[in-house]
């Protein structure tokens, strides 16, 4: 039976008893009472509220990895297969398992020694025991001392390597991988409007003039460096450690002419060693070089910009467990990742000298740009699938959305952060909040 042949005598669960009906009974402790989720397995058992969404089961294999790996990593190991398939939109069936988990106070709920014999007596009757498996192919595997150089351009490669082409079917014409900041509701205001309005605030709030000397640490695709010579007139000097970046943005640069104002270097931002810029920014690197080196990363910032010049981070933060993100970001996005609520990092910023002058919110900017990241892959679904595999973009399916729902829940939040390295405690900043950084 099939699970659209499936039917029900109930609003709840399957007439058929099988695997689901087992899992659901073994899974109730863990889930405080019936699944949050219609759930049908490769068996064609089905068990779960028939209005609730669609989870399928396609093999034995899934419940393998959430045996080995219970919670998020498991879960997502099994998705990212397609092992575990979600019917419908994505998004709607996680919002709805997080309400769920809220509601019923889930958080709190420890696994008992009956419970887990229940859980393995329904694996090994599925022929779901055995062996671990190989994690998926696109899991990250990185080496080394945590942070070391070495350790930083493998975890950079696997993140920001897969091809320039593929960043093409997700980011706006800027190539900006960072939140976008939205100034319009207009129907025809789109991401790269808003990508190109950050950009602008950002030069602004650096005070940039024709001729200043401009640092972008982590300078991805470019759109900072080339925006800030395009249309304010700066000397900049980007760096970034992922090759396939700076062939990108080379391209550009010779594209639009800018070989006399635009240098970029494939360099760490440790090896940086110029000083006395006028000023600096780093558009979401700082969450990236890790909690350990977050000092050495601050205290580059200060020191290379001149006394008086102004350092402008945008970085995301995060409360409670799980600084890098969670067990899927960590595993499959972005290794080595940390993030920290937002007053940290302002305490870490000044400790390197350096004076906070303004922190500027934008979570809900984020939810809009990931979400428009996201109708733009989806719309350009079977390209991506054509250059990386369907496993990999399934990754980024879940990546874009479990990323907007984090900054549309609070989970995570991000701020500009606008500093300035003071000159005998002289900050040359106006003493009124310009209108042009609301």
Known sequence: MTATQTTSTSTTTSATTG????????LAPFVGGELPVRLTAWDGSAAG????PHVVLRSPRALRRLLRHPGELGASQAYVTGELDVEGDLDTALTHVWD????????????????IAAVVKVAKSAGALGVPLPPPASQAVIKGRLHSLGRDKQAIHHHYDLSNDFYELIL??????????????DPDYTVEDAQRDKLDLV??????EPGMRLLDIGCGWGSMSLYAAEHFGAQVTGVTIAAEQKKFIDARIAERGLQDRVEIRLQDYRDVPDSDFDAVVSLEMGEHVGER?????????HDRVRPGGRVLIQQMSRRGRHPGGGPFIESFIAPDMTMRPIGQTVDLIEESGLEVR????????????IDAWHDTFEANWDRAVALVGEEVARVWRLYLVGGSMAFRDGRMGVDQILSVRPDRGTSGLPPQRPTIWS
């Open 293 to 301: 080196n977050y000092r050495t990363y601050t205290s580059v910032l």
């Open 203 to 208: 030069c602004r709030k650096l005070g940039l």
């Open 19 to 26: 695997v689901a009906t087992e899992i659901a009974e073994a």
């Open 49 to 52: 509220p028939q209005d609730a």
């Open 358 to 369: 303004d922190v500027h919110a934008l979570r809900e900017h984020y939810v809009r740009t």
């Open 172 to 185: 706006d014409p800027h190539m900006a991988y960072s939140c976008g900041y939205w100034t319009s509701d």
């Open 100 to 115: 769920v988990a809220h509601e019923r106070g889930l958080g709190g709920i420890r696994p008992t020694p009956s419970t």
